[in-house]
């Protein structure tokens, strides 16, 4: 059977968990998100975009002058966050049904670029972040909160072998951070764990200039190109691997 992280699997496993999802991932997963909103710092009318919005559980935490845009691929857990956000009358947010992997937004476009518990939902990760660099302005923090594979051989040789079955339930459990990072060009200013037990990461980055950014890119260019043959590989064989 191949893996079965597709955006239409994805959607049908969100139709079934939307009216349990704030019950089981609610609180257990509070801290870390309540962090991540600690680290984007409190400045007024900061352009804020939560990929994955998901019920959103996160709407009410940020700073009421903040503008947030929440997007989702699953209209169900969209209808819910606005439930939510009409209900608590959260008025600086906004939601949009949209595919983190084709953000329509232009680039450069917020302040703030954050993806709590998104990135290993996603088919295509090292897409996903890309965009969300692309349309985080240059000096602006991109944050990505998610569990990863552990450096520990032990662990991770369990996280790769439910990976398969972690799916039905709407995430991968063996997604490789430092890949993750450098295919998609950020470097981590911190990672810290965080919720209980410590097992998911807040990672921080900050958008380089558009100088530095501009001359890496054209530094690197034929790096980058061989670099996505390689993933398109890796991804080719990880689908043969669970065929
Ligand atoms: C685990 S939930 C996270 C929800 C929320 N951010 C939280 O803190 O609990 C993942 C969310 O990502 C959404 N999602 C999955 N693939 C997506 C995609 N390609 N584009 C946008 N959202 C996606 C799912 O529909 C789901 O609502």
Redesign the pocket.
């Known amino acids: 059977m191949r893996f079965p992280l597709t955006?239409s699997f994805?959607?049908g496993v969100?139709a079934k968990?939307e009216p349990v999802?704030d019950l089981l991932?609610?609180a257990a997963?509070q801290a870390g998100?309540v962090a991540a909103v600690r680290r984007m710092g409190h400045r007024a009318g900061t352009r804020v975009l939560?990929?994955?919005?998901?019920?959103?559980?996160?709407a009410s935490l940020y700073p009421r002058d903040f503008q947030v845009v929440g997007?989702?691929?699953?209209s169900q857990?969209?209808a819910k966050a606005k439930q939510r956000v009409q209900r608590e009358g959260l008025r600086q947010v906004q939601l949009h049904n949209?595919?983190?992997?084709h953000l329509s937004f232009a680039d450069d476009t917020f302040d703030v670029v954050y993806?709590?518990?998104?990135i290993s939902?996603?088919?295509d990760p090292v897409r996903?972040a890309r965009e969300m660099r692309r349309v985080c302005r240059p000096g602006g923090i991109i944050l990505i909160?998610n569990h990863f594979r552990s450096s520990n051989p032990m662990v991770a040789s369990v996280e790769r072998a439910i990976s398969g079955l972690t799916a039905f339930v709407?995430?991968r459990s063996d997604l490789e951070l430092s890949g993750l990072l450098s295919r998609a060009q950020l470097t981590p200013s911190s990672i810290d764990m965080v919720n209980v037990p410590p097992i998911w990461s807040l990672v921080t980055c900050t958008k380089n200039s558009l100088r530095h950014e501009n001359s890496s890119h054209v530094n690197s260019g034929a790096a980058v190109a061989a670099e996505d043959q390689r993933h398109t590989t890796e991804n080719t064989e990880t689908n043969s691997k669970t065929d």
């Open positions: 955006n994805i959607v969100y968990l999802y991932f609610g997963l998100r939560e990929v994955g919005i998901g019920t959103g559980i996160n997007i989702d691929l699953s857990m969209l949209m595919d983190a992997a993806a709590p518990y998104t939902v996603v088919p996903v909160l709407g995430f």
